[in-house]
């Protein structure tokens, strides 16, 4: 057998190399080979609404009137970015029942009692993820028929929360409210370790009592009688803390 010379070696070299390079690009490119990666999506967590109507602390005249003791309100706020629907918070101030709606859209029509106060607020929420976005809250008077003055909101405690643990000792409660006429007089402050709780400080011309005493290991109770000029009263809900 005749030897290889050295053009003829290098050709068979090639070869097998591009033999190899064949073998290799068919396997890399076969179905045992990597999928493409998807890239990552980049998920926003949905935006605050803003509330347009019901006006905070107004006295909502729009609106249709269905009877002497019911109207139709349609709620309305400013689109959110990132959002899928929306969730209507809505609470009868004077009986602290909470009602939820949903919807897609960034109005929505509800049937309420006349001459009764309620609050509101919108959460924000999307597809692609469980985060959410809460808006401010509002507060508003539904009108009545021949109503010249309204009672001021149902107060809302500031400190301590609902259910708070607090540091035995003095302490202060705050609370917080507002009234459609402006016209707020005064406060009485009830407190106790029984609920309801009775009447411990009357005539405050202030949304803050000082030096109260608390003990620890024991639960309190507190609510606030809201007064005005006019002789209208609101009444709170019971909060509770339990001193420690």
Do not use: H
């Amino acid at each position: 057998m005749k030897p290889l010379n050295k053009t003829s070696f290098n050709q068979i070299t090639n070869t097998l190399f591009l033999f190899v390079f064949c073998i290799i690009s068919a396997c890399s490119s076969g179905d045992g080979g990597d999928a493409p990666i998807d890239p990552i999506e980049d998920v926003k967590d949905p935006t605050a609404a803003t509330l347009v109507f019901p006006a905070a602390n107004s006295e909502c005249t729009e609106g249709t009137i269905n009877t002497t003791t019911e109207s139709t309100i349609t709620f309305e706020w400013n689109a959110s970015k990132y959002t899928d629907s929306y969730n209507l918070q809505l609470k009868d101030l004077n009986t602290g029942t909470v009602t939820s709606y949903s919807t897609s859209e960034n109005s929505y029509a509800i049937k309420l009692k006349r001459g009764n106060p309620y609050s509101w607020f919108i959460v924000s929420r999307s597809n692609k993820t469980s985060k959410t976005g809460t808006s401010a809250t509002w507060k508003f008077f539904n009108a009545g028929e021949g109503v010249s003055s309204y009672a001021p909101f149902p107060a809302e405690a500031v400190r301590p929360v609902l259910g708070a643990n607090v540091t035995s000792g003095d302490i202060t409660l705050e609370w917080t409210t507002s009234d459609v006429d402006n016209d707020i007089e005064s406060y009485n402050v009830n407190f106790g370790e029984v609920n309801p709780p009775t009447e411990f400080k009357t005539e405050i011309t202030g949304t803050t009592l000082n030096n109260v005493t608390i003990e620890a290991n024991k639960t309190y109770y507190w609510s606030v009688t809201t007064k005005d000029s006019q002789g209208n009263i609101s009444y709170s809900e019971v909060f509770s803390f339990t001193g420690i």
